[in-house]
Protein backbone atom coordinates (compact mmCIF):
# COMPACT_ATOMS: atom_id res chain seq x y z
CA UNK A 1 0.00 0.00 0.00
CA UNK A 2 1.42 3.38 -1.21
CA UNK A 3 1.06 6.62 0.34
CA UNK A 4 -1.64 8.72 -0.59
CA UNK A 5 -0.27 11.36 -2.61
CA UNK A 6 -1.64 15.45 -2.19
CA UNK A 7 -1.89 17.15 -5.42
CA UNK A 8 -0.72 20.79 -5.43
CA UNK A 9 -4.50 22.16 -5.86
CA UNK A 10 -4.92 20.00 -2.32
CA UNK A 11 -1.85 21.15 -0.93
CA UNK A 12 -3.39 24.76 -1.73
CA UNK A 13 -6.28 24.53 0.12
CA UNK A 14 -4.26 23.11 3.11
CA UNK A 15 -2.32 26.54 2.91
CA UNK A 16 -5.66 28.28 4.05
CA UNK A 17 -4.72 26.52 7.54
CA UNK A 18 -2.03 29.84 7.64
CA UNK A 19 -5.23 32.11 7.78
CA UNK A 20 -5.65 31.29 11.33
CA UNK A 21 -2.03 32.37 12.95
CA UNK A 22 -2.53 35.41 10.43
CA UNK A 23 -5.67 36.52 11.62
CA UNK A 24 -4.67 36.02 15.49
CA UNK A 25 -1.46 37.30 15.04
CA UNK A 26 -2.96 41.07 13.49
CA UNK A 27 -6.25 41.08 15.99
CA UNK A 28 -3.27 40.86 18.90
CA UNK A 29 -1.02 42.99 16.91
CA UNK A 30 1.90 41.01 17.84
CA UNK A 31 4.04 42.12 14.81
CA UNK A 32 4.71 38.64 13.77
CA UNK A 33 2.46 38.65 10.91
CA UNK A 34 5.28 39.84 8.21
CA UNK A 35 8.22 37.19 9.85
CA UNK A 36 5.29 34.77 9.31
CA UNK A 37 4.69 34.73 5.64
CA UNK A 38 8.36 34.75 4.93
CA UNK A 39 8.86 31.83 7.29
CA UNK A 40 6.46 30.25 5.31
CA UNK A 41 7.18 30.99 2.22
CA UNK A 42 11.16 30.14 2.84
CA UNK A 43 10.26 26.82 4.18
CA UNK A 44 8.13 26.15 1.43
CA UNK A 45 10.52 27.19 -1.23
CA UNK A 46 13.33 25.33 0.52
CA UNK A 47 11.64 22.14 0.73
CA UNK A 48 11.02 21.97 -2.87
CA UNK A 49 14.16 22.48 -3.49
CA UNK A 50 15.24 19.79 -1.42
CA UNK A 51 12.91 17.67 -2.40
CA UNK A 52 13.99 18.23 -6.10
CA UNK A 53 17.41 17.57 -4.84
CA UNK A 54 17.25 14.51 -2.93
CA UNK A 55 15.34 12.59 -5.57
CA UNK A 56 18.97 13.00 -7.61
CA UNK A 57 20.65 12.34 -4.80
CA UNK A 58 18.65 8.81 -4.08
CA UNK A 59 19.33 8.02 -7.55
CA UNK A 60 23.25 8.25 -7.78
CA UNK A 61 23.42 6.82 -4.16
CA UNK A 62 27.14 8.10 -4.51
CA UNK A 63 28.79 8.09 -1.25
CA UNK A 64 31.05 11.14 -1.21
CA UNK A 65 27.81 12.89 -2.10
CA UNK A 66 25.73 12.39 0.73
CA UNK A 67 28.97 12.81 2.87
CA UNK A 68 29.33 16.76 1.28
CA UNK A 69 25.38 16.93 2.06
CA UNK A 70 25.82 16.32 5.21
CA UNK A 71 28.47 18.21 6.01
CA UNK A 72 26.68 20.92 4.30
CA UNK A 73 24.06 20.24 6.91
CA UNK A 74 26.40 20.68 9.99
CA UNK A 75 27.68 23.90 8.99
CA UNK A 76 24.45 25.32 8.53
CA UNK A 77 23.65 24.36 11.83
CA UNK A 78 26.79 25.55 13.52
CA UNK A 79 26.25 28.82 11.89
CA UNK A 80 22.40 28.75 13.30
CA UNK A 81 23.66 27.59 16.71
CA UNK A 82 26.31 30.60 16.91
CA UNK A 83 23.85 33.17 15.85
CA UNK A 84 20.61 32.11 17.99
CA UNK A 85 22.82 31.88 20.73
CA UNK A 86 24.13 35.58 19.99
CA UNK A 87 27.71 34.26 20.99
CA UNK A 88 30.69 35.43 18.61
CA UNK A 89 31.33 33.70 15.68
CA UNK A 90 34.78 34.01 16.03
CA UNK A 91 35.56 31.99 19.34
CA UNK A 92 32.63 29.69 18.84
CA UNK A 93 31.87 28.31 15.23
CA UNK A 94 34.80 25.79 15.04
CA UNK A 95 34.38 24.74 18.26
CA UNK A 96 30.29 24.01 17.51
CA UNK A 97 31.08 22.96 14.09
CA UNK A 98 33.21 20.15 16.09
CA UNK A 99 30.71 19.51 18.75
CA UNK A 100 28.42 18.49 16.45
CA UNK A 101 30.16 17.19 13.67
CA UNK A 102 31.62 14.31 16.26
CA UNK A 103 28.51 13.79 18.36
CA UNK A 104 26.43 13.25 15.27
CA UNK A 105 28.52 11.16 12.79
CA UNK A 106 29.71 9.00 15.81
CA UNK A 107 25.96 7.88 16.97
CA UNK A 108 24.80 7.91 13.47
CA UNK A 109 27.10 5.59 12.33
CA UNK A 110 26.77 3.51 15.46
CA UNK A 111 23.19 2.84 14.95
CA UNK A 112 23.98 1.99 10.94
CA UNK A 113 26.24 -0.11 10.85
CA UNK A 114 25.69 -2.00 14.41
CA UNK A 115 22.13 -2.09 15.31
CA UNK A 116 20.65 -1.24 11.76
CA UNK A 117 23.74 -3.56 10.04
CA UNK A 118 23.74 -1.74 6.89
CA UNK A 119 25.92 -3.29 3.96
CA UNK A 120 26.38 0.37 2.69
CA UNK A 121 26.40 3.15 5.57
CA UNK A 122 26.40 5.73 3.59
CA UNK A 123 22.69 4.78 1.87
CA UNK A 124 20.98 8.00 1.13
CA UNK A 125 17.42 6.81 2.00
CA UNK A 126 19.17 5.95 6.02
CA UNK A 127 21.68 8.29 6.05
CA UNK A 128 20.90 11.37 4.77
CA UNK A 129 17.38 11.40 6.52
CA UNK A 130 18.51 9.92 10.23
CA UNK A 131 21.56 12.59 10.13
CA UNK A 132 19.22 15.57 9.51
CA UNK A 133 16.54 14.47 12.47
CA UNK A 134 19.52 14.74 14.35
CA UNK A 135 21.33 17.37 13.05
CA UNK A 136 17.93 19.52 14.18
CA UNK A 137 17.38 18.06 18.03
CA UNK A 138 20.85 19.00 18.16
CA UNK A 139 20.91 22.53 16.71
CA UNK A 140 17.22 23.41 19.27
CA UNK A 141 18.85 21.44 22.17
CA UNK A 142 22.71 23.37 21.87
CA UNK A 143 20.84 26.48 21.78
CA UNK A 144 19.34 26.60 24.84
CA UNK A 145 22.60 25.04 26.40
CA UNK A 146 24.93 27.48 25.12
CA UNK A 147 22.24 30.23 25.63
CA UNK A 148 22.13 28.90 29.30
CA UNK A 149 25.90 28.59 30.20
CA UNK A 150 27.38 31.36 28.90
CA UNK A 151 25.16 33.84 29.34
CA UNK A 152 24.52 32.52 33.04
CA UNK A 153 28.45 33.10 33.37
CA UNK A 154 28.70 36.20 32.08
CA UNK A 155 26.38 37.30 34.61
CA UNK A 156 27.85 35.62 37.19
CA UNK A 157 31.22 35.87 36.63
CA UNK A 158 31.40 37.31 41.01
CA UNK A 159 30.37 33.70 41.40
CA UNK A 160 32.48 32.36 39.13
CA UNK A 161 35.87 34.22 40.29
CA UNK A 162 34.90 34.17 43.83
CA UNK A 163 35.09 30.27 43.36
CA UNK A 164 38.35 30.02 42.17
CA UNK A 165 39.56 32.22 44.43
CA UNK A 166 38.41 30.19 47.54
CA UNK A 167 40.80 27.48 45.41
CA UNK A 168 38.51 25.58 43.19
CA UNK A 169 39.76 24.56 40.02
CA UNK A 170 38.33 25.43 36.76
CA UNK A 171 35.82 22.77 35.90
CA UNK A 172 34.73 22.37 39.83
CA UNK A 173 33.75 26.47 39.60
CA UNK A 174 32.01 26.41 35.82
CA UNK A 175 30.33 22.76 37.35
CA UNK A 176 26.94 24.32 38.37
CA UNK A 177 26.78 26.09 35.25
CA UNK A 178 27.02 23.08 33.42
CA UNK A 179 24.40 21.49 35.17
CA UNK A 180 22.24 24.29 34.51
CA UNK A 181 22.64 23.76 30.85
CA UNK A 182 22.44 19.82 30.86
CA UNK A 183 18.88 20.30 32.52
CA UNK A 184 17.39 22.99 30.24
CA UNK A 185 18.70 21.59 27.26
CA UNK A 186 17.79 17.80 27.85
CA UNK A 187 14.79 18.53 29.60
CA UNK A 188 12.37 18.88 26.57
CA UNK A 189 14.08 15.79 24.54
CA UNK A 190 13.84 13.47 28.39
CA UNK A 191 9.70 14.60 28.60
CA UNK A 192 9.45 14.04 25.33
CA UNK A 193 10.90 10.47 25.16
CA UNK A 194 8.81 9.86 28.39
CA UNK A 195 5.51 10.83 26.43
CA UNK A 196 6.42 9.16 22.65
CA UNK A 197 3.47 6.94 21.68
CA UNK A 198 0.82 8.05 24.65
CA UNK A 199 0.30 12.10 23.45
CA UNK A 200 1.98 11.63 20.08
CA UNK A 201 3.15 9.64 17.25
CA UNK A 202 6.37 11.08 16.07
CA UNK A 203 7.23 11.61 12.54
CA UNK A 204 9.32 9.06 11.32
CA UNK A 205 6.97 6.13 13.07
CA UNK A 206 4.04 8.41 11.34
CA UNK A 207 5.66 8.34 7.60
CA UNK A 208 7.24 4.85 7.92
CA UNK A 209 3.19 3.73 8.39
CA UNK A 210 1.81 5.72 5.85
CA UNK A 211 4.47 4.34 3.74
CA UNK A 212 3.17 0.74 4.14
CA UNK A 213 5.73 -0.63 7.07
CA UNK A 214 5.00 -2.72 9.06
CA UNK A 215 4.07 -1.16 12.64
CA UNK A 216 6.16 -2.94 14.95
CA UNK A 217 9.00 -2.49 12.40
CA UNK A 218 8.25 1.30 12.63
CA UNK A 219 8.17 1.23 16.26
CA UNK A 220 11.59 -0.40 16.42
CA UNK A 221 12.90 2.61 14.17
CA UNK A 222 11.54 5.39 16.51
CA UNK A 223 12.66 3.40 19.31
CA UNK A 224 16.14 4.05 18.56
CA UNK A 225 16.03 7.23 16.60
CA UNK A 226 14.59 8.49 20.01
CA UNK A 227 17.52 6.83 21.64
CA UNK A 228 20.08 8.10 19.10
CA UNK A 229 18.31 11.90 19.64
CA UNK A 230 19.17 12.15 23.11
CA UNK A 231 22.60 10.48 23.17
CA UNK A 232 23.78 12.94 20.07
CA UNK A 233 22.13 16.10 21.79
CA UNK A 234 23.67 15.17 24.76
CA UNK A 235 27.14 14.62 23.23
CA UNK A 236 26.94 17.53 21.11
CA UNK A 237 26.05 20.00 24.68
CA UNK A 238 28.75 18.50 26.28
CA UNK A 239 31.34 18.86 23.25
CA UNK A 240 30.30 22.27 22.80
CA UNK A 241 30.49 23.76 26.26
CA UNK A 242 33.89 21.39 26.58
CA UNK A 243 35.50 22.62 23.99
CA UNK A 244 34.13 26.21 23.26
CA UNK A 245 36.31 26.55 26.75
CA UNK A 246 39.25 26.17 25.57
CA UNK A 247 38.70 28.84 23.50
CA UNK A 248 36.93 31.45 25.40
CA UNK A 249 39.12 31.35 28.66
CA UNK A 250 42.46 32.63 28.76
CA UNK A 251 45.45 31.46 30.85
CA UNK A 252 44.23 32.64 34.03
CA UNK A 253 40.49 31.27 33.43
CA UNK A 254 39.00 34.61 32.65
CA UNK A 255 36.32 34.73 29.85
CA UNK A 256 37.45 36.68 26.99
CA UNK A 257 36.35 39.36 25.80
CA UNK A 258 34.28 39.20 22.80
Not at 32 to 51: C, E, K, N, P
Not at 94 to 122: C, E, K, N, T
Request: glycine share 8%; hydrophobic share 55%; proline share 2%.
Amino acid sequence: MGVQDISWIDLGVGYLLIIIPLLAFRYYQTGLVRSTLIAIARMTVQLLMVGAYLGVIFKWNNAWINILWVVAMVVIAAFTIVKRSELSRKLFLIPVLIAIAVSVLLVDLYFLGVVVRLDFLFDARYFIPITGMLIGNCLSNDIVALNTYYHSLTREQTLYRFALANGATRGEALGGFMRDALKKSLNPTIATTAVVGLISLPGMMTGQILGGSDPMVAIKYQIMIMITIMVSTLLTVILSILICNRFVFDGFGMMKKK
